[in-house]
T-cell receptor, first 116, second 113 residues
Framework: GAVVSQHPSRVICKSGTSVKIECRSLDFQATTMFWYRQFPKQSLMLMATSNEGSKATYEQGVEKDKFLINHASLTLSTLTVTSAHPEDSSFYIC????????????FGSGTRLTVV | GENVEQHPSTLSVQEGDSAVIKCTYSDSASNYFPWYKQELGKRPQLIIDIRSNVGEKKDQRIAVTLNKTAKHFSLHITETQPEDSAVYFCAASIRNRDDKIIFGKGTRLHILP
């Protein structure tokens, strides 16, 4: 079935630095990628929707200048957390839908970000 | 935008009994309702889904029902087993429009021996 590879699985960074998270669709073209954030014992909260070749659409309350999303190709979307702070520590996960197949959504394996 | 409410937040069930989780959604345009099981630190796993043109769907011990008029949908797990212990999320989506999945807050299911 469809696979989305997400890297890194875990990252620890210092406050003020930036971290890039990658999601690659391995055997299908992901025209749309969704980015979620999940705090401990909470639900997955949609941050933004990215479409290949266009600007991402951010959910209300999500800072687009802090969470930079790039979807430059049909198989790669990236999320960069800029100037990270401890409150950005969370589980970030991407999800993609294969266009036109009627299939469900495929999730990446998630990235555990810890900002110290 | 879409809002998905999920109840209960925690559910304890004796092994072998049935578990029911209920969700409501707000946007009548939603037409796809997946259910996910998530274990700690892992990605959500799709366990069953239902589309708005169907009222009920069953897959072995798992069934989902949908009431479009009331904007309710429910997950039913029968003959529960220890491996069913996990967090379950309902979700709603408008396929072929914005496609984004909005999740409920989750139900932590404990299967008691």
């Amino acid at each position: 079935g469809a696979v989305v590879s997400q890297h890194p699985s875990r990252v620890i960074c210092k406050s003020g630095t930036s971290v890039k998270i990658e999601c690659r669709s391995l055997d299908f073209q992901a025209t749309t990628m969704f980015w979620y954030r999940q705090f401990p014992k909470q639900s997955l909260m949609l941050m933004a929707t990215s479409n290949e070749g266009s600007k991402a659409t951010y959910e209300q309350g999500v800072e687009k200048d802090k969470f930079l999303i790039n979807h430059a190709s049909l198989t790669l979307s990236t999320l960069t957390v800029t100037s990270a702070h401890p409150e950005d520590s969370s589980f970030y996960i991407c999800s993609a839908r294969e266009e036109g197949t009627g299939q469900g959504y495929t999730f990446g394996s998630g990235t555990r970000l810890t900002v110290v | 935008g879409e809002n998905v409410e999920q109840h209960p937040s925690t559910l304890s069930v004796q092994e072998g009994d049935s578990a029911v989780i209920k969700c409501t959604y707000s946007d009548s345009a939603s037409n796809y309702f997946p259910w996910y099981k998530q274990e700690l630190g892992k990605r959500p796993q799709l366990i069953i889904d239902i589309r708005s043109n169907v009222g009920e769907k069953k897959d072995q011990r798992i069934a989902v029902t949908l009431n479009k008029t009331a904007k309710h949908f429910s997950l039913h797990i029968t003959e529960t087993q220890p491996e069913d212990s996990a967090v379950y999320f309902c979700a709603a989506s408008i396929r072929n429009r914005d496609d984004k999945i909005i999740f409920g807050k989750g139900t932590r299911l404990h299967i008691l021996p």
